[in-house]
């Protein structure tokens, strides 16, 4: 008989008990409660969302403090933390990628568990999935890493396979449905088997042609189609087209560059670009039908209105797109568009520079990383908050250096990596 977990049930270990009625024989077990982060973004859809998280909320989210903060060899980390099994992972600009206790380790400074060496420096945030934990680095290669490390007495772990593409890797992985995707500045797209290909050097299932510009975005992957930002937003089938080197289904052109990651959520398509040719001024969040137009070339939905600077990926939740831009505002539209596009957004709330950093959210709080230093909580939802509701909630001490990692939200903890070269786990009351 299946087990349903309540949504109050809290991350960690409970005593499940039975009683036979019949003959009044009785047992109980351990469950474990995860409410991981797996990837960048956390799901395939790059929606930022942790839907299952329920520890820390809009009332006690004032109480967070630094629990612990793990440091690199020698870095700054832009890399996003993944979660996952009890370890959290992230990458550095040293070349490597660390794994830390998610717990923590009694004390405020935690050493490594393991790490992984790369060729070059790392940009990417890791992923992982079915006991391997994957990284892009800018020598041009994707590594797959044991996400358990290599045995108590290495701390050091070679890949379990590697996967050259034909230029740096700043993009992150995702995976999905047995395959991890990956950009390089090469502006291919490349698809790899999770599992490898049972030796060190791995070629991709598939690659997409070459877009018009480098690819430093991560793709989005929903409802069988992969989404990709490079000069274009451009749709593969995710599967796939039967060859070697896949042409896109649709593509939607902008004035601009292309600035972020997609992301997909209930059949739409966000993305934020650069609609003023040859200005790095003016970026606005476009809205796709995910399923294209039935042309090769798309109009987007909705537009919204400017932002006076570059924005950072978006968060989808509950009706509600977050943005943070280079302008120094986190923004908040309705998903749906409005009525008479360019949309203006529900609210807006200054915080420094949030370009970088992209808002996690989680259990109806939105966290950002701020270059000044600090990590942000505010109240989610669609209200028109134009006075003091728009007021963060909670802001950490600065950390050593500006954030431009991405939080991920999971079992009751915020991680973030600073350019300090150090990974921050906050937790209620610091505990």
Known sequence: MPLTVPGSAQPGQHHIGAVDLASGASGWKLLSIFTNWPQFRNVAALTGVNAVENTISESNVGTLAVAWSGATSDGQIYSSPAVDAGVVYVGSTDGNLYAFPANGCGSASCQRLWMGTTGDFILSSPAVANGVVYIGSMDGKLYAFPAAGCGPLNFICAPLWMAATGDHIASSPTVANGVVYIGSYDGKLYAFAAKGCGSSACAPLWTSTK????IVSSPAVANGVL????????????????????????????????????????????????????????????????????????APLWTS???????????????????????????????????????????????????????????????????????????????????????????????????????????????????????????????
């Open 227 to 298: 989404y990709l930002n490079s000069d274009k937003l451009y749709a593969f089938p995710a599967a796939g087209c039967g060859a070697s080197t896949c042409l896109p289904t649709w593509t939607a052109t902008f004035a601009g560059a292309v600035g972020s990651s997609p992301a997909v959520s209930n059949g739409v398509v966000y993305v934020t670009a650069n609609d003023v040719l040859a200005t790095n001024k003016w970026d606005r969040l476009f809205a796709f039908n995910a399923n294209g137009c039935g042309s090769a070339t798309c």
């Open 305 to 431: 209105t400017r932002a006076n600077g570059p924005m950072a990926s978006p968060a989808v939740d509950h009706g509600v797109v977050y943005v943070g831009s280079g302008d120094g505002n986190l923004y908040a539209f309705a998903a749906k568009g409005c009525a008479s596009p360019p949309c203006a957004p529900l609210w807006s709330v200054a915080a420094d520079d949030l370009y970088q950093s992209s808002p996690a959210v989680a259990n109806g709080v939105v966290y950002v990383g701020s270059h000044n230093a600090r990590l942000y909580a505010f109240a989610g939802g669609g209200y028109d908050c134009g006075l003091p509701p728009c007021a963060p909630l909670w802001s950490s001490l600065p950390t050593g250096g500006a954030i431009n990692s991405s939080p991920a939200v999971a079992n009751g903890v915020v991680y973030v990596g600073s350019n300090d070269g150090k990974l921050y786990a906050f937790t209620l009351n610091g505990n």
């Open 211 to 214: 877009t018009g510009d480098q």
